[in-house]
């Protein structure tokens, strides 16, 4: 396909392998690492602590997921840009992506997506077949995302939903391991959150015009958003400190408890540059750059790991 009708009249030019290298959308990546939930809440039950040749085939198998979900993930991000190019060039951040800019044209794009998948789901398959099946779904499921679903209200931000969560499940069978009911309770209303603060972030962002650039968002309201977001951030913290009460492969004395302050502390501090000083910016990266964020996010694992590792 030819590249010059996609582009805009003037557009700052990189060379072809950086931009293409961040139409894979690397800054993502992050998101995968939900597949690390199963080995980190099954310290001391599939693997101990004291013991790390427990620990490393398991180890081994989640970081080998990561990376291959990874792949499987930028495939999709490709494709997705390819479809909303158009769209994307009526916003004012991210008419600055390497395919709505013309950096990357459509056809490479499509190429590389295909190489990425072809890579990602026959060796995921040799690495643990539900995990590839999952993994497989998920791709089927983005690619109809991408191609029409992204415009139903509601059954985007529950689409979206579904991704988190079978990254959460691929890594409970990429190890082996039992799928917990609360594995995906957390995860799903986590999952909720998130997407919902997307949804919030681009409406407010955009105002009148933000149909023209997500149709989706037409079907929703600045309050219906709002509501969801605060319901979906309540479920989350709820489902969360459940979890650290109810659960059967948490120690019975409640010190999993001391993991909640690390939760809260996220959520809120997430929220609160969402509407104050990073407002413009886009969720995810509010997510992967805030010191503090990643900070809560270090003391949850380490306290959740010391508290799961005297169980």
Known sequence: MSTTADAP??????????????????????????????????????????DLDSLWPLLWRTCALFGLWSLAASATYLLNDVRDRENDRLHPRKARRPIASGEVSVGLALAVAAVLTAVALPLTFLLDTTAALILAGYSALMVAYSFGLKTVAILDIIILTGGVVARAAAGATAIDVDISPWLYVCSSFAALFFATSKRWAEYRQLGPEAARHRPALEGYSGDVLGQML???????????????????????????????????????????????????????????????????????????LAVLASN
């Open 9 to 50: 009249a003037a557009t700052a030019q990189r060379s072809v392998v950086p931009a293409l290298i961040a139409a894979m959308r690397p800054y993502q990546w992050p998101k995968n690492v939900i597949v690390f939930a199963a080995l980190i809440f099954t310290t001391g039950d599939a693997w101990q602590p004291r």
């Open 230 to 304: 605060t319901i979906t951030a309540g479920g989350a913290l709820l489902s969360y400190a459940l979890y650290t009460i109810e659960s059967a492969r948490v120690p019975t004395n409640g010190s999993m408890a001391l993991t909640l302050p690390f939760v809260a502390f996220g959520l809120f501090r997430y929220l609160l540059l969402l509407n104050g000083e990073r407002k413009t910016d886009a969720p995810d990266r509010i997510l992967f750059t805030d010191p503090q964020l990643l900070l809560a996010v270090a003391g949850f694992v380490i306290t959740a």
